[in-house]
Each structure stands twice: as structure tokens, then as C-alpha cells.
């Protein structure tokens, strides 16, 4: 599951962040890091038996559940059971999470945006959690935990260090669009796959964060994934940052063809989006990963892409690529991906019931 939604929050600059901590490892403005916030809120979301907590049967997830056992009916675990039922889950939890001062403190340092607030039942709602989560942090001496791991997330960092730092590199030249600070944020605890979420802060300099989940065991570890599965992974997630706020943008444009929605409705249900804006801003990078795909593994694996994208319902996929084609061959007139944005948008005045009648017809 990708982002919902973003929230613009105030950042302090990350040129103030200690260059002794040994779990993060700036390259330019790019920092990839293990972050005690997230980790916290993974541990909680694992005794709680949250869906979206990482499948593979790492160690790593094995010590943390032998670590928390006696702490499974915490009051933090049993608030944010009900919490995550009731609609505080997804993009929400861990960019309220990082919203926070670390633990044990868990102070707020940035306003939240309205529909995180919303989605975990209000401001008293989501200030009950934060203090039942700052109870969790000391009561199952969550920084004695975080503290022995150490050594497991340097190499974690030291792992996808390179890719990420080139698979950001390669996103801010094509969409010709600055992303301010980076920050990947390695979850070993997360699912397969990713989150991101932009902060912004008074000298209008942004932030861009991006949560990512493990998708393999390797000799016992838990593994990123090599450049082929994190490359786009980092993208998609850094993508939304631009695409998400250029789409709002241009709401007329999108509310005028939201009809198209209905066919797609069911497919794109189950890859978890529920709004017409969601599945542009989705179907839009996505075009953009394959287009990245190309440039550093080739057509062919960048067809193989689209393909599958397809599969799953993206139907606009292959005509959004034709006009990041035309992009490509004429940046000298397009200094930037806003500058074709409207022309993005007029794709999706094709209609999806024929663009799924067209795919009907060429499996059969």
C-alpha cells in the first residue's frame, strides 16, 4: 500500500541532526536511517497482530516478540488495536509516528495534518495513545531493546545505503523537481512494501520521508532487497511528494473525470485505494518507475513493468508512458514534470470501461 494522503508539517532542518548517531549515514541530502519512532511503532503494531507487520519470520522479529511477550496487553497494544480498526492505519500511523520527539519522550514537535488527527478518532483520541505509548516505551524498556540491536541496523543501512542514494538521484533529474532532505526510514518490522510523506517546513524547504519494509531473509537477516526491487521502491514512495500535491492542484481536472472511476472501482479496492486521486497520482508514478526502470535496466524490464501494473488494473499505465516519452524527447521545452502535468491529467479522459473492453479483448 502506497500513501493516502500527505500532510504538511514543519520540519526542523536535518543539516541539525547529530552526526554521531551511528544508524544514520548522510550522502548529500539524502540520510538513510533505523529511527527509534518507527521501530516503537512497529513493536506495537506486531503484539497487536496489525496486518501490515513485515510476514517474513525474521530473528529480528522473533527477539522483539520474545522481548515485548509480557507486554501483548499493554494498554498502547489494545488502544491501537482498536484505533487501527476503527480507520488509523496505512500512511497515517507512521507519519504520526515520526511527527513525535523519540522515545521515551514522544512529544509532539510538528502539527499533524487534519485527516491523521481524524483517522485516530480525533485529538484527544490520538493524545490518549501518545501517552499510553510513552507508558509502553519505559514500562517494557523499549531503549534496552533498540539499544542491542545496533550493530544489526548499521548493516541494514550500510546495505541499502548506495541504492537508495542513486535511485533518489535518478528520480529528482527526471521529474526535474528538488525533494529537499531525503530520509529513507528502514522498517525491519514493516510490510513489503512502503509509505512516504512530505514535511515542509517555515522557510518553505521540504522534507521527504519514505518507510520501507524488508522482503526477504537473508542468512537469517532481514533484507531490503537489491537495486532491482529498491530502486523503484524508493521512487514510487518519493514520487508522491510531487505528484501527490501537483494532482490536488488541479482538482477541476480530476473531479471531471472521475466517472471513469466505476470500472476500475473493484480492482483498484483491492490494491487499496478508494478515490479517483489516488489511483492518478498511483497510475502516474507508476509510469514513472517503469521510466526510471528503462533508463537503468531497460525497455524490456520497463515493459515487463507495465505489464504487470496492467494486471492489477492500471489500465492508464502504458498512454501515461507515451507521454513521458514525449517528455523525455523534449526536456529542453520541459524544464519539469509540472510542465507537462496537464497533459498527464487529459489521459485519464480515455475511458476506462474501453481501455478494459481493449485488454478483454487481447487476452482472450
Known amino acids: ?215 526477504a531473509i537473508t542468512a537469517g537477516s532481514v533484507d531490503f532487497g537489491d537495486a532491482a526491487r529498491l530502486q523503484p521502491l524508493v521512487a514510487h514512495e518519493f514520487a508522491h511528494t510531487v505528484i501527490n500535491p501537483l494532482t490536488a492542484s488541479h482538482a477541476s481536472r480530476v473531479a471531471a473525470t472521475a466517472e471513469n472511476f466505476g470500472p476500475l472501482r473493484d480492482a483498484m479496492r483491492r490494491e487499496g485505494y478508494s478515490s479517483w486521486d489516488q489511483v492518478i497520482n498511483e497510475s502516474i508514478i507508476r509510469a514513472i518507475t517503469s521510466r526510471l526502470t528503462a533508463a537503468d535496466r531497460g525497455e524490456e524490464a520497463a515493459n515487463a513493468e507495465v505489464a504487470e501494473e496492467v494486471k492489477r488494473g492500471f489500465v492508464y499505465v502504458p498512454a501515461l508512458v507515451d507521454e513521458l516519452r514525449r517528455y523525455e524527447k523534449n526536456r529542453s521545452a520541459n524544464a519539469d514534470i509540472a510542465d507537462i502535468y496537464p497533459s498527464l491529467l487529459g489521459v485519464f479522459r480515455l475511458s476506462s470501461a474501453e481501455l478494459l473492453s481493449s485488454l478483454d479483448v487481447s487476452s482472450r
Open 1 to 215: 500500500m502506497r500513501i493516502a494522503a500527505l500532510s504538511l508539517l514543519a520540519l526542523v532542518s536535518q543539516a541539525c541532526a547529530p552526526m554521531e548517531d551511528v544508524k544514520t549515514v548522510p550522502v548529500s541530502r539524502t540520510t538513510v536511517k533505523v529511527d527509534q519512532r518507527i521501530e516503537l511503532m512497529g513493536v506495537i503494531q506486531l503484539l497487536s497482530g496489525y496486518f501490515l507487520v513485515s510476514y517474513l519470520d525474521s530473528g529480528y522479529k522473533r527477539d522483539a516478540a520474545s522481548f515485548f511477550a509480557a507486554c501483548s496487553d499493554h494498554a498502547a497494544v489494545t488502544k491501537f488495536s482498536k484505533l487501527s480498526a476503527a480507520g488509523f492505519d496505512f500512511n497515517n500511523v507512521p507519519e504520526a509516528f515520526i511527527s513525535l520527539s523519540e522515545p521515551p519522550e514522544l512529544q509532539p514537535r510538528f502539527p499533524l495534518g487534519d485527516s491523521v488527527i481524524a483517522s485516530a478518532g480525533g485529538a484527544e483520541s490520538l493524545g490518549d495513545f501518545w501517552a499510553s505509548a510513552r507508558d509502553f516505551a519505559q514500562d517494557c524498556r523499549f531503549e534496552e531493546f533498540y539499544a542491542s540491536h545496533q550493530s544489526e541496523y548499521e548493516r541494514m543501512v550500510a546495505q541499502s545505503r548506495p541504492t537508495v542514494v542513486a535511485s533518489t538521484s535518478s528520480l529528482v533529474a527526471y521529474l526535474g523537481t528538488p525533494l529537499g532532505s531525503t530520509q529513507v526510514i528502514l522498517g525491519p518490522l514493516l510490510h513489503d512494501g512502503g509509505f512516504a510523506s512530505r514535511i515542509d517546513n517555515e522557510g518553505g524547504q521540504a522534507a521527504a520521508f519514505a518507510f520501507i519494509g524488508p522482503n
